[in-house]
């Protein structure tokens, strides 16, 4: 079971910076992301460590009108108060609060599964049950987009190598400088057949 370690619950200021930065400034950050998932508007979607709701509300805007679905996770309960606010338009959406591994989520029946600025949170010795978590949950299509600090992940050889053991490939792993420093793109998809 993914055991991760108490669930940390922003203060005021954070989620007013946080809200203050991700609708201006930042919001063309969060929907450059969302643009290059390549969402056709049909998907189930999973939004791993929703936080705030700002990267959310555009993969939710992306479902509303072709009958795709997002779910979002959050292990603080403030929030998730917040992000509940954040997509209270949003119809296509539902909460999970917890832990991934004590929630009653379908088994293979996402498309995606979305996690920005959240894996680097996750210590390392967590994160191949975290990974294999994912891959239970991903249909045989489906596949994992996350965006992170390069320097808090894992290099791209271990990173390879935990998501292997986790039933997952690297499929794709791209680094850029981004407004918040050089991040790390990457797709997983389910290992099928050692491939």
């Known amino acids: 079971m993914y055991l991760a370690?108490?669930?940390y619950e922003p203060?005021?200021?954070?989620?007013?910076?946080?809200?203050?930065l991700g609708l201006t400034v930042l919001s063309?950050?969060?929907?450059?992301?969302v643009n290059s998932i390549g969402l056709t508007g049909k998907e189930r979607v999973l939004d791993f460590g929703s936080g705030s709701g700002?990267?959310?509300?555009?993969?939710?805007?992306r479902l509303t009108h072709r009958g795709g679905r997002l779910d979002c996770v959050d292990v603080s309960?403030?929030?998730?108060?917040?992000?509940?606010?954040?997509?209270?338009?949003?119809?296509?959406?539902?909460?999970?609060l917890g832990y991934l591994d004590d929630l009653d989520l379908e088994m293979k029946s996402y498309d995606l599964i979305?996690?920005?600025?959240?894996?680097?949170?996750?210590?390392?010795?967590?994160?191949?049950?975290?990974?294999?978590?994912?891959?239970?949950?991903?249909?045989?299509?489906g596949r994992v987009v996350f965006r992170e600090p390069i320097r808090k992940m894992p290099d791209s050889n271990?990173?390879?190598?935990?998501?292997?053991?986790?039933?997952?490939r690297v499929t794709s792993l791209k680094q850029s400088r981004m407004?918040?420093?050089d991040v790390m793109d990457g797709v997983l998809k389910l290992n099928f057949c050692g491939l």
């Open 77 to 96: 309960s403030r929030w998730m108060k917040t992000i509940q606010q954040t997509l209270k338009r949003y119809d296509n959406v539902e909460y999970f």
């Open 179 to 181: 407004l918040l420093g």
């Open 5 to 7: 370690s108490s669930p």
């Open 158 to 168: 271990e990173l390879e190598t935990l998501a292997k053991s986790s039933g997952l």
């Open 28 to 33: 063309p950050y969060y929907l450059s992301f």
């Open 114 to 141: 979305v996690s920005h600025f959240v894996l680097h949170e996750i210590p390392l010795a967590e994160l191949p049950q975290l990974l294999f978590s994912f891959s239970r949950l991903l249909n045989t299509r």
């Open 11 to 20: 203060n005021d200021l954070e989620i007013g910076v946080t809200f203050g």
């Open 54 to 61: 700002i990267c959310s509300r555009h993969i939710a805007h």
